[in-house]
Antibody
Framework: EVQVVESGGGLVKPGGSLRLSCAAS????????MSWVRQAPGKGLEWVGR??????????DYAAPVKGRFTISRDDSKSTVYLQMNSLKTEDTAVYYC????????????WGQGTLVTVSS | EIVLTQSPGTLSLSPGERATLSCRAS???????SAWYQQKPGQAPRLLIY???RRATGIPDRFSGSGSGTDFTLTISRLEPEDFAVYYC?????????FGQGTKVEI
């Protein structure tokens, strides 16, 4: 069974930084693509970004609202992906979900339970 | 960017009825990279369908997905009380990955 667990959420002031972590198990992490999706209070789901596996080039891609401020990285030795968030804005307040997917599971997306990030003064 | 438009915005039905939810894409989507989710208040999205028609682990067979190209459908054959929730479609073939705005299924 694939399990995805996020951590690192909390309260941060506008302009501040925060790093989220996401550990995945039950999957060969080195083969997995990892992604982040967020949901602001009372709103729909918004894709944040994605990092491919090393075999697929370990390339990253980001949504326009976070490009240049957020960075996704991975440490396959720890089966962990990170979301570094800089220059945070109040509109970044959301629950952040981590997702794993791989061709081994026919690109099925397995989600974590989310971690809340609140950007407020 | 591929825009996903879900309809209707709200579906008012009774337990035991059939629900048909639509998701239309602004350009063709490889169905391998499409999914449907259910979300209840305070909970993470729950994967129902991926690859347009494949049920995720543990999903009851009253949920089914179909479609290809620009038109995808989620059908709930007989609504159970626990099925009243918000449903989202998603494409992840092209960046940015996008979601529909959601369909609320209410009693």
């Amino acid at each position: 069974e694939v399990q995805v667990v996020e951590s690192g959420g909390g309260l941060v002031k506008p302009g501040g930084s925060l790093r989220l972590s996401c550990a995945a198990s039950g999957v060969t992490f080195s083969n997995a693509w990892m992604s982040w999706v967020r949901q602001a209070p009372g709103k729909g789901l918004e894709w944040v970004g994605r990092i491919k596996s090393y075999a697929d080039g370990v390339t990253t891609d980001y949504a326009a609202p976070v490009k240049g401020r957020f960075t996704i990285s991975r440490d396959d030795s720890k089966s962990t992906v990170y979301l570094q968030m800089n220059s945070l804005k109040t509109e970044d307040t959301a629950v952040y979900y981590c997702i794993t997917l791989s061709r081994v599971f026919d690109w099925r997306m397995d989600w974590g339970q989310g971690t809340l990030v609140t950007v407020s003064s | 960017e591929i825009v996903l438009t879900q309809s209707p915005g709200t579906l008012s039905l009774s337990p035991g009825e059939r629900a048909t939810l639509s998701c239309r894409a602004s350009q063709s989507v490889d169905s391998t990279y499409s999914a449907w989710y259910q979300q209840k208040p305070g909970q993470a999205p729950r994967l129902l369908i991926y690859g347009a028609s494949r049920r995720a682990t543990g999903i009851p067979d009253r949920f089914s997905g179909s479609g290809s190209g620009t038109d995808f459908t989620l059908t709930i054959s007989r609504l159970e009380p626990e099925d009243f929730a918000v449903y989202y479609c998603q494409q992840y073939v092209t960046s940015p990955w996008t979601f529909g705005q959601g369909t609320k299924v209410e009693i």
